[in-house]
């Protein structure tokens, strides 16, 4: 995928632009990349009206740069974005360090000022991986554990892209299931004032109506 260009406007009909547009910036270097790449294909957004698009890539910076390259200059604009019609989304890891949970609050108190939509995952976006197959939340303090844990289902999966280039289509047959797992979860949270260790159930079922919308 080009590092510049990402999609060319679509053709606008008396002014207006004929549907919504995805706005999705993670700071992922393959993992979350691929994911979006595959679920894009899989509920046939690419090339439609109703088009996924990925935002400047910022692979190993911080959640805090990644907002800032999204939410200061131009470049929004400079890509159609219509504040009333299309969703910006965010997807990064809390991890476990310390800092980088401080930088995390820190990103998330400009998405929610900037009213964009958060997709985040506390720790890892292995455990929205899982909810793919299991609905388990597990309490996973390492990466590798994560990593370990998706490997029962997915044997070859790996965070460098030599050796894992794409996501099988089973991963993108089961969303439904893992919208299903994670939502029922984070519901139970909120009633008990808990955080939900992901959000990304929230932009998959946005993704997932407007591919419905569109047919």
């Given at each position: 995928?080009?590092?510049?260009?990402?999609?060319?406007?679509?053709?606008?009909?008396?002014?207006?632009?004929?549907?919504?547009?995805?706005?999705?910036?993670?700071?992922?270097?393959?993992?979350?990349?691929?994911y979006?790449?595959?679920l894009?294909?899989?509920?046939?957004?690419?090339?439609?009206?109703?088009?996924?698009?990925?935002?400047?890539?910022c692979?190993g910076?911080?959640?805090?740069?990644?907002?800032?390259?999204?939410?200061?200059?131009?470049f929004?604009?400079?890509?159609?974005?219509?504040?009333?019609?299309?969703?910006?989304?965010?997807?990064?890891?809390?991890?476990?360090?310390?800092?980088?949970?401080?930088?995390?609050?820190?990103?998330?108190?400009?998405?929610?000022?900037?009213?964009?939509?958060?997709?985040?995952?506390?720790?890892?976006?292995?455990?929205?991986?899982?909810?793919?197959?299991?609905?388990?939340?597990?309490?996973?303090?390492?990466n590798?554990?994560?990593?370990k844990?998706?490997?029962?289902?997915?044997?070859?999966?790996?965070?460098?892209?030599?050796?894992?280039?794409?996501?099988?289509?089973?991963?993108?047959?089961?969303?439904?299931?893992?919208?299903?797992?994670s939502?029922?979860?984070?519901?139970?949270?909120?009633?008990?004032?808990?955080e939900?260790?992901?959000?990304?159930?929230?932009?998959?079922?946005?993704?997932?109506?407007?591919?419905?919308?569109?047919?």
């Open positions: 995928m080009s590092r510049r260009a990402y999609y060319r406007p679509e053709k606008r009909r008396e002014g207006k632009r004929d549907g919504k547009l995805f706005f999705v910036a993670t700071d992922g270097k393959n993992t979350e990349p691929l979006l790449q595959g894009e294909r899989s509920l046939n957004l690419k090339n439609r009206v109703k088009l996924l698009k990925f935002v400047p890539k692979e910076c911080d959640p805090v740069t990644l907002v800032r390259k999204v939410t200061e200059g131009d929004l604009k400079k890509n159609d974005y219509d504040k009333d019609m299309d969703e910006v989304w965010f997807v990064f890891d809390w991890e476990s360090e310390k800092k980088r949970r401080s930088d995390a609050t820190s990103a998330l108190s400009t998405i929610k000022e900037n009213k964009y939509c958060r997709a985040d995952s506390d720790l890892f976006f292995e455990q929205w991986l899982l909810f793919h197959f299991e609905n388990n939340l597990r309490n996973f303090q390492k590798e554990e994560a990593v844990a998706l490997k029962k289902y997915l044997p070859q999966y790996s965070k460098s892209k030599r050796e894992f280039p794409e996501f099988p289509s089973e991963v993108f047959e089961n969303i439904g299931v893992a919208i299903k797992n939502e029922s979860g984070a519901k139970a949270c909120e009633k008990d004032g808990k939900w260790p992901t959000h990304m159930h929230e932009l998959v079922k946005s993704m997932e109506n407007a591919s419905v919308a569109r047919k």
